[in-house]
């Protein structure tokens, strides 16, 4: 698609009553409170600008958008001034020609005319507005005072900022503020020495900014521009597609030259960023054509010997004929597969059909085993859903959020945005969190109450807030009376009201101080509509299942479900981790979250297919492993997931890959899993396939092929290869036509079609005959499953203890540039951010051991050790240590224990008792992965005999 400018409106659209005006006698009516100058646009007519554009609020500061009105004195900015009902306005006259020609002329005196060479050439709205307003000359010429000489700050790895070009119109510094929330911009001094800086007139890697890119993105001129357009030329085409990144689900539009991609711009009509983005999907895409991406199919027959490179024919026979000498020689179920929460719907379900159909068993997990399972267990039990109640649009109608156990600013950056602009308009926050996160204290944001409890207590600091709030008369009885399961409610108000679950009887666990307890549960109960956002914090531990379900008790509790601004929201960590759930990825459920036991879902499926389904559940990712471990599970397929290094306990996690016969990894890098693997198939990026990618707000959006596969086959095609192999062909031509099998099959998917999609822009689900244009709120008539259950959320501690040789307690988490294992983000320059993981460590903890910031220390736990660098912190509670997992050399995992939740068996990362000490040497663990990563990567130059 050729490029296609979005429409500036100037200002934001706005909701009020209708009114009528006329501009240039053309009657038009908008709601009230629009701008004059939005309305213009909307009548099909353009005021010159500079100074405004439509995602921030009206600034007034250009003069460039004067009107005259009948009756009034002056020419008003039309960017400021609102419609009135028979307003009559005139933007073209010879006086407003006159003046807007003034204004420009001062504009121009003062920039570089380099317009010729200037990477904005042709994307300028200062070069487009000189022309707009007819300037031939400027009268005060070029040679009095100007900015020419102010130095270009290109410390940033993805944009520079050249202030000689800036005409001071301050879009930036409003895009910080407003979009982005992070206020790292301000115009410094006054009048003709008035100039944007970063921070404290600091250069911009070295300021507050997060380079979300908001302010390059509002910039009019090429003062703020991005390098690839520097180095690559203005964009010719565009194709719009979806982030392959975090759960948030941002569209963007690729915009490329040739099949290369130049820039990636925030689309406006997203519905889940609304033209916003972070630093990784606006800038980490270099990796999708990085040099060591793997382009050819790769075999070897054991994993001593270097990789060969074969056809794709090869490599697929090699691979379909050792399952089948597999499972001829152990059993059907020997083999099994993981689909990948980074790839398509579309290729996810075919995967899992893959195993259904070609392997002929259920042995088929993913990743969300190891991050969000508890939420499909919680909220399936409690609602009737396995899925987040809201659309992100629900947090602007919130009073009170409760965020417990996520970092929106660094895992979901561009919803934490949205909930930043909505705490400064006033809304109330409770983060419930080990770590003082930003969101505690933001510019102009604060939270609440933070109650920084001890990791693994999350059962007993929900159950407290619903202690106080049941004993304390705060509940919505008559919400609980229509909606809710009674039955079930009196057993759980007798089991919560004991005294044992009070803030002061849980104090001394939780280290939660009783009385912030109490101030937390009395706002969220009584401060208007409360939603709750959570993360990883909450799933990943021994009682994960048993915190989702406390949460949904709580909101129950409170009516704070099926409506805006309110419910229980899970904040997904991968692009796809929703959609891989509900296509059936789990090995006890087919897609719609149906159990395979069921008789009448396995019917429809075997009808469809052709095939006879194990009415019994398969192998999950851990079963896999003891099993391959114990001799019994002997291959596995594996796309788009490292489970070496996202997985606990990475040596039980190595020892049970090396027992397998085959182990077949599908991925664009040859990631720590592929050390163990037989044959590799070459990945396909996010930009080289058509699919839907599923977000946190249950949005499929479309994915869109803006260049070809590098490698010759897309994930999908690569799948059909190997079924078809196997001896079970699957015919799709398109993606499409997946999409249209999952809509048959699947009741919540029955409205869903890759032309519905680019009808509505995306869709909620469930879409079918009940919601054709999806469903943004959940439960909003009822809950899905009739009446809302209460469950007994008793806490049960961890197994994992403190104790003298592992005293401090480590919990794990992610940074805004580093994105999962890094696979993808640490092939990009948002390396400078994070080149390594490091240890958190409060300064007491760090003073008893002799440790300095930057030291290098041991992080030992019964599992295993580590060795990184410290850094010193007082964002940790004294006892507790934090590490992220974006770096293979540091192997957080090996250190993670065995221990999980006990329903899903999602693993208790949040968790692990450890001893930390200063150290000189790396362990021994990582000494030898360097060696075995090193020969497990070889590549044989030529045809090798094997
Ligand atoms: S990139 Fe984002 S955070 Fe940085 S200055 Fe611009 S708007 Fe602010
Ligand atoms: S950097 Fe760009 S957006 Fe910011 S004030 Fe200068 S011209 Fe305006
Ligand atoms: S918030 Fe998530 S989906 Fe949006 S741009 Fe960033 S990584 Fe991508
Ligand atoms: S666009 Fe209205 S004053 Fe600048």
Redesign the pocket.
């Known amino acids: 698609m050729a490029l296609h400018p979005e429409i500036d409106y100037g200002t934001p659209a706005r909701v009020g009553a209708p009114v009528t005006l006329e501009i240039d006698g053309q009657a038009i009516t908008v709601p009230a409170g629009t701008s004059i100058m939005h309305a213009a646009v909307e009548a099909g007519l353009s005021i010159p600008k500079l100074c405004a554009t439509d995602n921030l609020e009206p600034f007034g500061s250009c003069r460039l958008c004067l009107v005259e009105i009948d009756g009034r004195r002056g020419t008003p900015a039309s960017c400021t001034t609102p419609v009135e009902p028979g307003m009559k306005v005139k933007t073209q006259t010879p006086r407003l020609e006159k003046l807007r020609k003034g204004v420009m002329e001062l504009y121009i005196s003062d920039h570089p005319l380099d317009c010729l060479t200037c990477a904005a050439n042709g994307d300028c709205e200062l070069q487009d507005m000189a022309g707009a307003v007819g300037l031939r000359e400027v009268r005060y010429g070029y040679e009095g005072a100007n900015h020419f000489d102010a130095k270009k700050d290109v410390s940033n790895p993805y944009f520079t900022f050249d202030p000689a070009k800036c005409i001071a119109c301050s879009r930036c510094v409003r895009a910080c503020e407003e979009v982005q929330g992070t206020f790292a911009l301000t115009i410094g001094a006054r009048g003709f020495e008035s100039h944007v800086s970063a921070g404290q007139d600091e250069d911009f890697i070295g300021s507050e900014c997060v380079s979300c890119g908001a302010c390059v993105q509002a910039c009019p001129t090429a003062t703020l521009i991005e390098k690839s357009v520097i180095e690559l030329g203005q964009p010719r085409r565009e194709v719009v597609t ?9 569209s ?1 539009k690729a915009e490329l030259n040739g099949n290369t991609v130049v820039r990636m711009t ?1 689309w406006k009509d997203g519905k ?2 609304h033209g916003h ?6 800038f980490a895409w270099g990796y999708a054509a990085h040099k060591e991406r793997i382009l050819k199919p790769m075999i070897r027959t054991s994993i001593d010997l270097p990789w060969r490179e074969v056809s794709w024919d090869e490599a697929i026979n090699y691979a379909a004929s050792e399952f089948k000498r597999i499972q001829a020689k152990y059993g059907r179920t020997s083999v099994g597969g993981i689909t990948s929460s980074r790839c398509t719907n579309e290729e996810t379900f075919l995967v899992q059909k893959l195993i259904r159909t070609a392997f002929g068993n259920n042995n088929v997990d993913t990743c969300a085993r190891v991050c969000h399972s508890p939420t499909g267990y919680g909220l399936k039990t409690t609602l009737g859903t396995s899925a987040g109640t809201q659309d992100f649009d629900s947090v602007d109608e919130t009073d009170v959020a409760l965020v417990i156990g996520a970092n929106p600013t660094d895992a ?4 934490a945005s949205r909930m930043k602009r909505r705490l400064r308009q006033g809304a109330k926050l409770i983060v419930v969190d080990p770590r003082r996160i930003d969101l505690v204290r933001t510019p102009h944001v604060e939270a609440q109450f933070h109650l920084a409890l001890k990791p693994g207590t999350n059962v007993a600091v929900v159950n407290a807030l619903a202690h106080v709030i049941a004993t304390e008369g705060l509940l919505d009885e008559d919400y609980i009376k229509e909606r809710c399961d009674l039955e079930s409610f009196r057993e759980w108000l007798a089991f919560i009201r004991q005294p044992l679950n009070s803030p002061e009887a849980s104090e001394a666990y939780t280290g939660v101080p009783a009385a912030d307890l109490r101030g937390a549960a009395r706002l969220y109960a009584t401060g208007g509509r409360g939603a709750i956002y959570y993360g990883l914090g909450v799933t990943e531990h021994s009682q994960g299942s048993t915190t989702v379900m406390a949460m949904a008790n709580l909101a129950m509790l409170t009516g704070n479900i099926g409506r805006n601004g309110v419910g229980v929201n899970p904040l997904r960590g991968q ?1 796809n981790v929703q959609g891989a759930c509900d296509m059936g990825s789990f090995p006890h459920e087919l897609s719609g979250y149906r159990h395979v036991s069921d008789a009448s879902t396995r019917a429809l499926f075997e009808s469809a297919w052709g095939v006879v389904i194990d009415p019994e559940p398969g192998l999950r990712i851990p079963n896999m492993l003891d099993a391959a471990v114990d001799g019994s599970f002997k291959g596995l397929y594996v796309q788009g997931e490292d489970i070496l290094q996202s997985d606990p306990n990475t040596h039980h996690v190595g020892a049970g890959l090396a027992a397998m016969e085959c182990v077949v990894v599908q991925d664009l890098f040859l990631n720590e899993t592929a050390n163990y693997a037989h044959v590799f198939l070459p990945g396909s990026s996010f930009l080289e396939k058509d699919g839907t990618f599923t ?1 946190a707000e249950r949005r499929i959006s479309l994915v869109r092929k803006a260049i070809p596969p590098m490698a010759g086959k897309a994930d999908w095609e690569a799948t059909m290869a190997l079924s078809a192999a196997l001896g079970y062909p699957m015919n799709y031509k398109h993606p499409s036509e997946i999409m249209d099998e999952i809509a048959r099959l699947t009741p919540t998917f029955a409205g869903v079609s890759f032309k519905r999609i680019e009808e509505l822009g995306s869709i909620q689900w469930p879409c079918n005959d009940k919601a054709p244009e999806g469903t943004p709120i959940m439960h909003e008539k009822g809950f899905v499953r009739g009446k809302g259950l209460f469950v007994l959320t008793e806490f049960v501690p961890t197994e994992e203890r403190t104790g003298p040789r592992f005293p401090l307690i480590l919990t794990t988490g992610r940074i805004l540039s580093q ?1 999962n294992v890094g696979a993808q983000t640490r092939r990009t320059a948002n390396s400078v951010w994070h080149e390594e993981d490091r240890l958190e460590i409060h300064p007491v903890d760090a003073e008893d051991r002799g440790i300095n910031d930057g030291d290098w220390v041991q992080l030992k736990s019964r599992a295993g050790d580590t060795t990184l660098r410290a850094r010193v912190s007082e964002r940790m509670q004294p006892g507790v240590v934090y590490t992220t997992f974006h770096h293979p050399d540091t192997g957080a995992n090996v250190v993670t224990t065995e221990f999980s939740d006990w329903a899903t068996d999602c693993p208790e990362y949040k968790v692990t008792a450890v001893q930390v000490r200063p150290t000189n040497r790396r362990s021994d663990w990582q000494e030898e992965n360097d060696e075995f990563t090193r020969r497990a990567r070889r590549i044989a130059a030529a045809p090798a005999a094997e």
């Open positions: 979806t982030c392959a990144y975090c759960g948030v689900g941002c963007f925030p889940a960023n983005s972070c630093v990784k999907g606006r979901h950056p561009v919803f692009n977000n994105y």
